[in-house]
């Protein structure tokens, strides 16, 4: 793909999931430990998202830095606008506030079964 | 200002992320951390260490800035390291009065 396509493509998976995380490896076989906290973030959360694997296309790994001009994966991103990586998430998640945001922006959250 | 970096003997990237943050962000608390024993063998990492690093930050001026605005302002200023040195970096961002409310 070129770059300009490359930009399209993230933008269009971007604006058609409510939540999606640009990740490394995969919900199930996650290959970074700060991807791996994420995921785990949003299992325990109860939202459901969808993942990009960037380890599987160098393209989308480097295209997705330049989107959002930020160097480092994950990316989360809900409702379009991008949240923060990592570090962020955890921070949001351990003041509640993701929950917060998550249900402001109108998106269900599933209370865990007991 | 306190700060556990006293002493940058061997670690040469550490003491440049202190003097850029130093210069650039005017910290009252600049605390570096070389957490790259924590990943040994992982792929990808540098086996000369210094290759990730924990960073807490506590400046006046991430004063009315969201979480994404801070972090970006840091990684602009260490953008050098970041392409060539850095594999990872954890960052905790706070302004002076969030940094206080967190010691009780």
Same mark, same amino acid.
């Given at each position: 793909m070129s770059e300009k396509n490359i930009q399209d493509y993230i933008k269009q998976e971007i604006s058609d999931s409510e939540v999606l995380l640009f990740m490394k490896? #995969? @919900?199930?076989? @996650?290959?970074?430990g700060f991807s791996s906290t994420v995921v785990q973030i949003l299992t325990q959360v109860g939202v459901k998202y969808k993942s990009i694997d960037v380890l599987s296309d160098n393209e989308i790994r480097q295209g997705i830095k330049e989107f959002s001009d930020w160097? #480092?994966?994950?990316q989360l991103y809900i409702k379009g606008e991008f949240v923060g990586g990592c570090d962020i998430i955890t921070e949001m998640y351990q003041s509640g506030e993701l929950n917060t945001f998550l249900e402001s922006k109108g998106i269900e959250l599933q209370k865990p079964s007991i | 200002m306190s700060t556990s970096t006293d002493s940058f003997f061997n670690r040469p990237t550490a003491e440049i992320i202190n003097k850029k943050l130093s210069e650039a962000l005017k910290p009252t608390e600049l605390d570096i951390q070389d957490q790259s024993h924590l990943h040994? *063998?992982?792929? *990808?990492?540098?086996?000369? *260490?210094?290759s990730h690093f924990y960073i807490l930050i506590v400046s006046?001026?991430?004063? *009315?800035?969201t979480r994404v605005s801070r972090q970006k302002h840091v990684f602009d200023i260490l953008k050098d390291e970041l392409k060539e040195k850095i594999h990872a970096l954890s960052l905790k961002t706070l302004t002076p009065e969030e940094f206080n409310s967190l010691k009780f």
């Open positions: 490896g #995969t @919900p199930v076989f @996650p290959q970074c160097p #480092t994966i994950p | 040994k *063998g992982h792929s *990808g990492a540098p086996k000369t *260490g210094e006046p001026l991430f004063e *009315g800035k």
